[in-house]
Protein backbone atom coordinates (compact mmCIF):
# COMPACT_ATOMS: atom_id res chain seq x y z
CA UNK A 1 0.00 0.00 0.00
CA UNK A 2 0.78 3.40 -1.11
CA UNK A 3 0.07 6.61 -0.49
CA UNK A 4 0.62 8.31 -4.07
CA UNK A 5 0.99 12.25 -4.01
CA UNK A 6 -0.46 14.25 -7.28
CA UNK A 7 -0.63 17.59 -8.09
CA UNK A 8 -4.31 17.66 -6.95
CA UNK A 9 -4.55 15.53 -3.61
CA UNK A 10 -3.34 12.19 -2.04
CA UNK A 11 -4.58 8.80 -3.57
CA UNK A 12 -3.87 5.55 -1.51
CA UNK A 13 -2.96 2.67 -3.57
CA UNK A 14 -2.38 -1.00 -3.21
CA UNK A 15 -0.58 -1.94 -6.48
CA UNK A 16 0.32 -5.98 -7.14
CA UNK A 17 1.39 -8.02 -9.38
CA UNK A 18 3.20 -7.67 -12.87
CA UNK A 19 1.39 -7.36 -16.27
CA UNK A 20 -0.34 -5.13 -18.58
CA UNK A 21 -2.05 -2.87 -16.02
CA UNK A 22 -5.53 -3.19 -14.63
CA UNK A 23 -7.13 -0.03 -12.55
CA UNK A 24 -9.78 -1.34 -9.91
CA UNK A 25 -12.51 1.57 -8.95
CA UNK A 26 -14.94 0.54 -5.86
CA UNK A 27 -18.38 1.19 -5.41
CA UNK A 28 -19.97 4.24 -3.01
CA UNK A 29 -20.54 0.92 -0.81
CA UNK A 30 -17.53 -0.36 -0.18
CA UNK A 31 -13.83 0.75 -0.30
CA UNK A 32 -11.00 -0.65 -2.35
CA UNK A 33 -11.06 -4.15 0.11
CA UNK A 34 -14.21 -4.81 -2.01
CA UNK A 35 -12.20 -6.42 -4.62
CA UNK A 36 -9.88 -8.55 -2.07
CA UNK A 37 -11.64 -11.93 -3.44
CA UNK A 38 -10.55 -11.68 -7.01
CA UNK A 39 -6.91 -9.35 -6.78
CA UNK A 40 -4.95 -12.19 -6.18
CA UNK A 41 -6.33 -13.96 -9.07
CA UNK A 42 -6.03 -11.09 -11.57
CA UNK A 43 -2.71 -10.44 -9.96
CA UNK A 44 -1.19 -13.78 -11.62
CA UNK A 45 -1.72 -12.28 -15.25
CA UNK A 46 -1.72 -8.71 -14.28
CA UNK A 47 -0.08 -5.25 -12.18
CA UNK A 48 -3.78 -5.29 -10.77
CA UNK A 49 -3.73 -1.14 -9.00
CA UNK A 50 -6.83 -0.99 -6.86
CA UNK A 51 -7.35 2.51 -5.47
CA UNK A 52 -8.91 3.83 -2.31
CA UNK A 53 -11.53 6.36 -4.41
CA UNK A 54 -11.00 10.39 -3.31
CA UNK A 55 -12.80 10.69 0.17
CA UNK A 56 -12.50 7.11 1.09
CA UNK A 57 -9.68 5.42 3.33
CA UNK A 58 -6.65 7.69 3.16
CA UNK A 59 -7.32 9.57 -0.15
CA UNK A 60 -8.34 13.16 -0.22
CA UNK A 61 -11.17 14.37 -1.11
CA UNK A 62 -11.99 15.79 -4.38
CA UNK A 63 -14.97 17.75 -4.11
CA UNK A 64 -18.66 16.39 -4.93
CA UNK A 65 -18.91 16.02 -8.79
CA UNK A 66 -17.71 12.98 -10.90
CA UNK A 67 -15.44 15.10 -13.11
CA UNK A 68 -13.88 15.96 -10.48
CA UNK A 69 -13.16 12.38 -8.86
CA UNK A 70 -12.72 11.28 -12.43
CA UNK A 71 -9.78 13.68 -13.23
CA UNK A 72 -8.39 12.94 -9.86
CA UNK A 73 -8.22 9.35 -10.98
CA UNK A 74 -6.36 10.17 -13.80
CA UNK A 75 -3.61 11.89 -12.83
CA UNK A 76 -2.66 8.15 -11.76
CA UNK A 77 -1.59 7.60 -15.37
CA UNK A 78 1.65 9.66 -15.24
CA UNK A 79 1.99 8.83 -11.82
CA UNK A 80 2.13 5.20 -12.18
CA UNK A 81 4.03 5.56 -14.94
CA UNK A 82 1.11 3.67 -16.68
CA UNK A 83 1.56 4.21 -20.93
CA UNK A 84 -1.72 4.24 -21.65
CA UNK A 85 -1.56 1.05 -21.77
CA UNK A 86 -4.36 0.41 -18.77
CA UNK A 87 -7.47 -1.37 -18.72
CA UNK A 88 -9.92 0.19 -16.30
CA UNK A 89 -13.17 -1.82 -14.37
CA UNK A 90 -15.13 0.54 -12.14
CA UNK A 91 -17.81 -1.05 -10.19
CA UNK A 92 -21.54 1.00 -9.17
CA UNK A 93 -19.73 4.67 -7.93
CA UNK A 94 -16.92 3.64 -9.22
CA UNK A 95 -18.19 2.37 -12.68
CA UNK A 96 -19.58 6.51 -13.12
CA UNK A 97 -15.60 7.21 -12.51
CA UNK A 98 -14.77 5.22 -15.21
CA UNK A 99 -17.34 6.55 -17.84
CA UNK A 100 -16.69 9.76 -16.96
CA UNK A 101 -13.08 8.92 -16.93
CA UNK A 102 -13.32 7.28 -20.50
CA UNK A 103 -15.10 10.45 -21.66
CA UNK A 104 -12.76 13.18 -20.75
CA UNK A 105 -9.27 10.94 -20.55
CA UNK A 106 -10.15 8.01 -22.39
CA UNK A 107 -7.05 8.18 -24.95
CA UNK A 108 -5.08 7.57 -21.75
CA UNK A 109 -6.25 4.06 -21.49
CA UNK A 110 -7.26 0.77 -23.34
CA UNK A 111 -10.01 -1.44 -22.18
CA UNK A 112 -12.99 -0.28 -19.94
CA UNK A 113 -14.96 -2.34 -18.18
CA UNK A 114 -18.66 -1.05 -15.99
CA UNK A 115 -19.77 -3.54 -13.33
CA UNK A 116 -23.12 -2.56 -12.39
CA UNK A 117 -23.61 1.03 -13.28
CA UNK A 118 -25.68 2.91 -15.79
CA UNK A 119 -26.27 6.57 -17.41
CA UNK A 120 -27.47 8.29 -14.49
CA UNK A 121 -30.04 7.67 -12.12
CA UNK A 122 -33.79 8.52 -12.10
CA UNK A 123 -35.10 11.16 -10.23
CA UNK A 124 -36.68 9.21 -7.43
CA UNK A 125 -33.23 7.88 -7.65
CA UNK A 126 -31.29 11.30 -7.38
CA UNK A 127 -33.63 11.74 -4.31
CA UNK A 128 -32.93 9.13 -2.60
CA UNK A 129 -29.00 9.81 -2.42
CA UNK A 130 -29.45 13.28 -1.94
CA UNK A 131 -31.53 12.21 1.75
CA UNK A 132 -28.79 9.64 2.05
CA UNK A 133 -26.43 12.29 2.23
CA UNK A 134 -28.25 14.64 4.56
CA UNK A 135 -28.86 10.91 6.85
CA UNK A 136 -24.68 10.63 7.18
CA UNK A 137 -24.43 14.01 8.13
CA UNK A 138 -26.87 14.14 10.51
CA UNK A 139 -26.43 10.38 11.99
CA UNK A 140 -23.35 8.94 11.08
CA UNK A 141 -22.21 5.81 8.75
CA UNK A 142 -24.26 3.41 11.49
CA UNK A 143 -27.55 4.98 10.36
CA UNK A 144 -26.93 3.50 6.29
CA UNK A 145 -24.97 0.40 6.67
CA UNK A 146 -27.89 -1.86 7.40
CA UNK A 147 -29.59 -0.30 4.03
CA UNK A 148 -26.33 -0.53 2.12
CA UNK A 149 -26.36 -4.65 2.98
CA UNK A 150 -28.95 -5.03 1.34
CA UNK A 151 -28.06 -3.16 -1.82
CA UNK A 152 -24.66 -4.76 -2.18
CA UNK A 153 -25.97 -8.33 -1.77
CA UNK A 154 -29.15 -9.93 -2.28
CA UNK A 155 -31.02 -10.96 0.76
CA UNK A 156 -30.34 -14.92 0.51
CA UNK A 157 -26.51 -14.39 0.35
CA UNK A 158 -27.03 -11.88 3.71
CA UNK A 159 -28.15 -14.81 5.32
CA UNK A 160 -26.07 -17.58 4.27
CA UNK A 161 -22.82 -15.38 4.55
CA UNK A 162 -22.70 -13.14 7.58
CA UNK A 163 -18.87 -13.10 7.63
CA UNK A 164 -18.81 -11.50 3.91
CA UNK A 165 -21.42 -9.06 5.73
CA UNK A 166 -19.90 -8.35 8.95
CA UNK A 167 -16.80 -7.64 6.83
CA UNK A 168 -18.74 -5.21 4.34
CA UNK A 169 -20.39 -3.59 7.24
CA UNK A 170 -17.11 -2.63 9.09
CA UNK A 171 -15.74 -1.62 5.88
CA UNK A 172 -18.26 1.28 5.13
CA UNK A 173 -18.89 2.54 8.68
CA UNK A 174 -15.11 3.23 8.85
CA UNK A 175 -15.77 5.81 5.67
CA UNK A 176 -15.92 9.80 6.83
CA UNK A 177 -19.58 10.81 6.33
CA UNK A 178 -18.84 13.95 5.25
CA UNK A 179 -16.90 12.60 2.22
CA UNK A 180 -19.48 9.98 1.80
CA UNK A 181 -22.15 12.23 1.73
CA UNK A 182 -20.21 14.71 -0.90
CA UNK A 183 -20.46 11.11 -3.26
CA UNK A 184 -24.10 10.92 -2.96
CA UNK A 185 -24.11 14.42 -3.89
CA UNK A 186 -22.20 13.64 -6.78
CA UNK A 187 -24.17 10.87 -8.28
CA UNK A 188 -27.31 12.51 -8.06
CA UNK A 189 -26.29 14.67 -9.93
CA UNK A 190 -24.66 13.26 -12.72
CA UNK A 191 -26.32 12.63 -16.13
CA UNK A 192 -23.97 10.76 -18.69
CA UNK A 193 -26.84 10.47 -21.33
CA UNK A 194 -25.54 13.02 -23.44
CA UNK A 195 -21.52 11.74 -23.08
CA UNK A 196 -21.40 8.34 -23.00
CA UNK A 197 -21.76 8.01 -26.67
CA UNK A 198 -18.37 9.23 -27.18
CA UNK A 199 -16.89 6.63 -25.45
CA UNK A 200 -14.17 4.95 -28.00
CA UNK A 201 -12.49 2.49 -25.54
CA UNK A 202 -13.76 -1.17 -26.17
CA UNK A 203 -16.13 -1.66 -23.77
CA UNK A 204 -17.90 -4.81 -21.45
CA UNK A 205 -21.12 -4.34 -19.00
CA UNK A 206 -21.99 -6.45 -16.79
CA UNK A 207 -24.20 -6.46 -14.21
CA UNK A 208 -25.97 -8.52 -11.29
CA UNK A 209 -29.37 -9.92 -12.74
CA UNK A 210 -30.78 -9.78 -8.65
CA UNK A 211 -29.00 -5.97 -7.99
CA UNK A 212 -30.99 -3.16 -6.67
CA UNK A 213 -28.98 -0.56 -6.26
CA UNK A 214 -28.39 -0.36 -9.91
CA UNK A 215 -30.59 -2.39 -11.38
CA UNK A 216 -29.82 -4.36 -14.33
CA UNK A 217 -31.98 -1.60 -16.79
CA UNK A 218 -29.59 0.48 -16.03
CA UNK A 219 -26.82 -1.54 -17.26
CA UNK A 220 -28.48 -2.85 -20.63
CA UNK A 221 -29.41 1.07 -21.38
CA UNK A 222 -25.29 1.77 -20.08
CA UNK A 223 -24.65 -0.55 -23.21
CA UNK A 224 -27.15 0.37 -25.98
CA UNK A 225 -25.15 3.98 -25.41
CA UNK A 226 -22.02 2.96 -25.66
CA UNK A 227 -20.57 2.27 -29.84
CA UNK A 228 -19.92 -1.50 -29.82
CA UNK A 229 -20.67 -2.18 -25.98
CA UNK A 230 -20.88 -6.05 -24.64
CA UNK A 231 -23.08 -6.53 -22.31
CA UNK A 232 -23.27 -9.80 -19.73
CA UNK A 233 -25.54 -10.23 -16.59
CA UNK A 234 -24.74 -12.67 -13.85
CA UNK A 235 -27.71 -15.10 -12.34
CA UNK A 236 -28.20 -14.72 -8.76
CA UNK A 237 -25.82 -11.60 -7.93
CA UNK A 238 -26.65 -8.36 -6.85
CA UNK A 239 -24.31 -5.35 -6.66
CA UNK A 240 -21.12 -6.56 -5.30
CA UNK A 241 -20.26 -9.58 -7.66
CA UNK A 242 -16.51 -9.75 -6.81
CA UNK A 243 -17.41 -9.82 -3.56
CA UNK A 244 -19.99 -12.24 -3.96
CA UNK A 245 -19.01 -14.51 -6.88
CA UNK A 246 -15.66 -14.25 -7.37
CA UNK A 247 -15.19 -16.73 -9.49
CA UNK A 248 -17.78 -16.05 -11.35
CA UNK A 249 -17.04 -12.61 -11.72
CA UNK A 250 -13.60 -13.18 -13.09
CA UNK A 251 -14.95 -15.70 -15.51
CA UNK A 252 -17.61 -13.22 -16.81
CA UNK A 253 -14.29 -10.79 -17.24
CA UNK A 254 -11.66 -12.59 -18.44
CA UNK A 255 -12.90 -13.18 -22.18
CA UNK A 256 -12.90 -9.12 -22.99
CA UNK A 257 -9.92 -8.93 -21.14
CA UNK A 258 -7.08 -11.39 -22.87
CA UNK A 259 -6.74 -13.05 -19.62
CA UNK A 260 -5.99 -17.59 -19.73
CA UNK A 261 -8.20 -17.94 -16.40
CA UNK A 262 -11.69 -19.08 -17.98
CA UNK A 263 -14.07 -21.96 -16.72
CA UNK A 264 -12.81 -22.78 -13.59
CA UNK A 265 -14.45 -25.67 -11.25
CA UNK A 266 -16.83 -23.54 -9.25
CA UNK A 267 -16.04 -23.75 -5.55
CA UNK A 268 -18.34 -21.04 -4.61
CA UNK A 269 -21.33 -21.33 -2.32
Known amino acids: MASIKLSEGTLDVVDTGAGKPLLLLHSLLADRSIFDRVVPALA ?100 VVDVAMKRLFPEDFIAAHPDVVAERRAALVKTNPEFFAEACQALAALDLSGRVGTISNPTLVVVGELDVATPPVMSRDLAAAI ?7 MPNCGHAPMAQAPESFIDAISGFLGLKQQSRPKTEA
Do not use: C, W
Open 44 to 143: RERRVIVPDLPGFGNSSSAGATIEGIADRIALLFDALDLRNTADVLGNGFGGFVASTLAVRHGARFDRLVLADTGVGFPDPGKQAFYAMAEQVRKNGMES
Open 227 to 233: PSAKLVE
